[in-house]
């Protein structure tokens, strides 16, 4: 087959066991394989994925257009770098997100869902000290998730996780020392526990300090 009719063909007309190259690049971006600034040059990939061009040259598309690969012309492709100013605002505007529908999820808490918070904060100690890097990534983000989805807003849990992969190479730079992985696995008992009390200006707090990562003042 053709490199362009395999470009062509609708996903489910495709082998059932054909990788997708745009997960795997974004895994290996997410978990630092490929670094924030590196250069991504297609026949290495074709190679690393044992793919066709075409397949290089849509993924690269998609994640630049998720602002993870950065295309520049006459140069190449490269894994998208923020500077300082951008990592802030995108901090911005999760705190903005997040806080903004902290009283939904006071509203909407059971003892069920908050059971289950506490197990997936568990799971998140766990994976610090047993699992892998992507691992470790996945049970955080299967926290978040199920404390976003107390909004009742599937979309806002969707563009938070969107923006969430913004920051490339998320797993690596969150969590450089053990102190603070220690201090993020503590602040998602902490966020367990303003729930539970409903205590709506204590979960704004800590909801913005876990994203900022800033100390916690008690």
Known sequence: MSDDLTEMLAPEEKPEDKKDVTDLLLHDIL??????GAWLKQIDLERRYDCTRPEVRRALDRLSQ???VQHNPNRGYQVYELDDQRTQEISDIRVILETGVAD????????????ELRQLARQFDEMSFRGSIMEHYDANLAFHRALLM???NSEL???VAEIRQRTVSAPVSQWRTRARIEQSAR???LMVDALEARDLPELKRLIEI?????????
Request: no cysteine; hydrophobic share 45%; net charge positive.
């Open 150 to 152: 107390l909004s009742g």
């Open 31 to 36: 978990t630092g394989t490929l670094p924030a």
């Open 157 to 159: 849990v969707d563009v």
């Open 210 to 218: 876990h994203i900022r990562q800033a100390p916690i003042k008690v």
């Open 104 to 115: 939904r999820m006071v509203a909407n808490a059971t003892p069920a869902t908050i059971a």
């Open 66 to 68: 998720r602002r993870l």
């Open 187 to 189: 602040e998602h008992h």
